[in-house]
Nanobody
Framework: QVQLVESGGGLVQAGGSLRLSCAASGRTFSNYAMAWFRQAPGKEREFVAAISWNNGNTYYADSVKGRFTISRDNAKNTVYLQMNSLKPEDTAVYYC???????????????????WGQGTQVTVSS
């Protein structure tokens, strides 16, 4: 089992920045591919970004490419999501997710991730 706890959400004006963190515990963090998803009210949970166990592979949704950066620090058991140039449409609950891997696998499909955090609210005002 992997436990995931997100933090760093909040209220920010359009054009601002936030950095989300997701702290993992319970298993060897470097054995897991990590991802961020988000869910706005009345919408399905959607993919934001993913990163392989060794930082070698990253993948972004088109809607955040060039504005968001995913990274991880395996020594700190933490994955980050740096969000710049935020827009009101980025408003959502942001979740981190993990999946056990033996390769540099990553995925944008939410059903392929076995472990989820409780989420952190991000609100972008116009």
């Amino acid at each position: 089992q992997v436990q995931l706890v997100e933090s760093g959400g909040g209220l920010v004006q359009a054009g601002g920045s936030l950095r989300l963190s997701c702290a993992a515990s319970g298993r060897t963090f470097s054995n897991y591919a990590m991802a961020w998803f988000r869910q706005a009210p009345g919408k399905e949970r959607e993919f934001v970004a993913a990163i392989s166990w060794n930082n070698g592979n990253t993948y972004y949704a088109d809607s955040v490419k060039g504005r968001f950066t995913i990274s991880r620090d395996n020594a700190k058991n933490t994955v980050y999501l740096q969000m710049n140039s935020l827009k009101p449409e980025d408003t959502a609950v942001y979740y981190c997710a993990a999946n056990y891997v033996t390769t540099s696998w990553i995925s944008s499909r939410k059903y392929e991730y076995d472990y989820w955090g409780q989420g952190t609210q991000v609100t972008v005002s116009s």
